[in-house]
Nanobody, 113 residues
Framework: VQLVESGGGFVRAGESLRLSCVASISIFSIYTMGWYRQAPGKERELVASIFSLGGTNYADSVKGRFTISRDNAKNTLYLQMNSLKPEDTAVYYC????????WGRGTQVTVSS
């Protein structure tokens, strides 16, 4: 399995970014997928999850601002991030929930105040 994240960048507080993750795996649609992030000096944390049938969960810190979605035909996971805050600065990763897939390189998101 290979996971390739993209879409990060440097933005100001209040702006938006859309992250993408392409997964090289068959039957992508059956997996619960998640977006994670790791800020400097902190542990990696789960930000959002999307189940095979489309249900979603979010960390309290991003609820109402981030939206996770998936395009199973394209084996692609998305994270729409609105109203970004400096505390959202981190490297963002995607991965399957409850899997042992290797982590990708992630994509850096930097939010200035």
């Amino acid at each position: 399995v290979q996971l390739v994240e993209s879409g990060g960048g440097f933005v100001r507080a209040g702006e938006s970014l859309r992250l993408s993750c392409v997964a090289s795996i068959s039957i992508f649609s059956i997996y619960t997928m998640g977006w994670y992030r790791q800020a400097p000096g902190k542990e990696r944390e789960l930000v959002a999850s999307i189940f095979s049938l489309g249900g979603t969960n979010y960390a309290d810190s991003v609820k109402g601002r981030f939206t996770i979605s998936r395009d199973n035909a394209k084996n692609t996971l998305y994270l729409q991030m609105n109203s970004l805050k400096p505390e959202d600065t981190a490297v963002y990763y995607c991965n399957g929930r409850s899997t042992n897939w290797p982590w990708g390189r992630g994509t850096q998101v930097t939010v200035s105040s």
